[in-house]
């Protein structure tokens, strides 16, 4: 049974920091690219962060994605050994408040659905919300 389990949500204050944390399991190979979307009710789901799969003779193109308005206080990492991502999410803006989901998607590459069709990502988490006072 495939399975993705998030951690780290949580409320703030505009300044602060908080990690969100997901594990994956069930999935019959690491062969994935795993990210991270955001959704608040009423708006689109819109890609946040993006590990394509990194792999010795896979893909050399495999890279790190951000949405504009988080670059240079979002850090996103893989953990390829363990199927595990996180997001550490620094100097957080109220404008961040929203629901964070870990998604995961088979294939090296897949900068294309992170960007424009999030929905073709196989397997979700089921979301934390985030909220960072102002």
């Known amino acids: 049974q495939v399975r993705l389990v998030e951690s780290g949500g949580g409320a703030v204050q505009a300044g602060g920091s908080l990690r969100l944390s997901c594990i994956a399991s069930?999935?019959?190979?690491?062969?994935?690219?795993m990210g991270w979307f955001r959704q608040v009710p009423g708006d689109d789901r819109e890609g946040v962060a993006l590990t394509e799969f990194h792999g010795e003779g896979v893909d050399e193109r495999a890279g790190v994605y951000y949405k504009r308005s988080v670059g240079g206080r979002f850090v996103s990492s893989r953990d390829n050994a363990d199927n595990a991502a996180s997001l550490q999410m620094n100097n957080l803006k109220h404008e961040d408040t929203s629901r964070y989901y870990c998604?995961?998607?088979?294939?090296?590459?897949?900068?294309?659905?992170?960007?424009?069709?999030?929905?073709?990502?196989?397997?979700w988490g089921d979301g934390l919300q985030v909220t960072v006072s102002p």
């Open positions: 069930g999935f019959r190979s690491i062969f994935n690219c």
């Open positions: 998604a995961v998607i088979p294939g090296a590459l897949c900068y294309e659905a992170f960007l424009k069709e999030p929905a073709k990502f196989t397997h």
